[in-house]
């Protein structure tokens, strides 16, 4: 067995992976299963969702510019195609991480806002309206990061609606960036599953201190 004292990531690395994955799992838990939930229960996580999301792309950002300037521990001695299958699904993971929360951050986005009532100005009851006239939408609300953060829309989608048919094409845009969402989600899972059961592998089946590089258990 490998001393996995000298192969333990830092104290920084460490911190972020465990942040990042308790975010990405109330996400896939929140976002899968968000069809089967009520819509009183879609109501009160949708917002967490979301700044769950958007957070993971922070702290993801922070994470590979971290890689970037500190070198990682050296792999636990392996076989090479075991090496090559870690440092493949390891890249897929952090395109995952941003791809997730940017298709979602796209999707909101996408999403036609009710045109905003000027300030100083009411918004028009059923009283001030004609005759047949839909009731006025209510003024839009900035999605909220954790209620604090307010979260801009990303302004080359935003402009998808501009012109002739614009809402039409946004709801297309809506739609393809949801699809791409649901299948991310997906796909993120089941390299997750690949991830854990390569360590669990390390650990189980190789007798090595896997696991104690990211601070479970003694190195």
């Given at each position: 067995?490998?001393?996995a004292?000298?192969?333990?990531y830092?104290n920084v690395?460490?911190?972020?992976?465990?942040?990042?994955?308790?975010?990405?799992?109330?996400?896939?838990?929140t976002?899968?299963?968000?069809?089967?939930?009520?819509k009183?229960?879609?109501s009160?996580l949708?917002?967490?969702?979301?700044?769950?999301g958007?957070?993971?792309?922070a702290?993801?950002?922070i994470?590979?510019g971290?890689r970037?300037?500190?070198?990682p521990?050296?792999?636990?001695?392996?076989?090479a195609?075991e090496k090559a299958l870690a440092?493949?699904?390891?890249?897929?993971?952090?395109?995952?991480?941003?791809?997730?929360p940017?298709?979602?951050?796209?999707?909101?986005?996408?999403?036609?806002d009710?045109p905003?009532v000027?300030?100083?100005?009411?918004?028009?009851t059923?009283v001030?309206?004609?005759?047949?006239?839909?009731?006025a939408?209510?003024?839009h609300?900035?999605?909220?990061?954790?209620?604090?953060?307010?979260?801009?829309?990303?302004?080359p989608?935003?402009?998808?609606?501009?012109?002739?048919d614009?809402?039409?094409?946004?709801?297309?845009?809506?739609?393809?960036?949801e699809?791409?969402?649901?299948?991310?989600?997906?796909?993120?899972?089941?390299?997750?599953?690949l991830?854990?059961?390569?360590?669990l592998?390390?650990q189980?089946v190789?007798?090595?201190?896997?696991l104690?590089?990211?601070?479970?258990?003694?190195?």
């Amino acid at each position: 067995m490998t001393n996995a004292r000298g192969l333990r990531y830092s104290n920084v690395a460490i911190a972020l992976h465990w942040a990042i994955v308790a975010l990405i799992l109330f996400n896939l838990a929140t976002g899968l299963l968000f069809d089967d939930m009520g819509k009183a229960m879609r109501s009160a996580l949708i917002a967490p969702h979301i700044s769950s999301g958007i957070t993971v792309l922070a702290l993801t950002a922070i994470r590979i510019g971290w890689r970037l300037t500190h070198r990682p521990p050296p792999y636990l001695p392996m076989a090479a195609w075991e090496k090559a299958l870690a440092k493949t699904v390891h890249v897929l993971l952090y395109l995952a991480m941003l791809g997730m929360p940017l298709s979602g951050w796209a999707m909101i986005s996408a999403h036609a806002d009710s045109p905003p009532v000027a300030k100083g100005t009411a918004a028009p009851t059923p009283v001030d309206q004609p005759p047949g006239a839909r009731p006025a939408p209510p003024p839009h609300k900035p999605t909220m990061i954790w209620g604090v953060i307010p979260l801009p829309k990303i302004a080359p989608i935003v402009r998808i609606g501009d012109g002739r048919d614009g809402e039409a094409k946004l709801h297309e845009a809506h739609e393809f960036f949801e699809s791409k969402h649901a299948i991310g989600g997906w796909v993120l899972l089941a390299l997750l599953v690949l991830h854990v059961a390569g360590a669990l592998k390390h650990q189980m089946v190789d007798r090595e201190r896997e696991l104690a590089r990211m601070g479970l258990g003694r190195a």
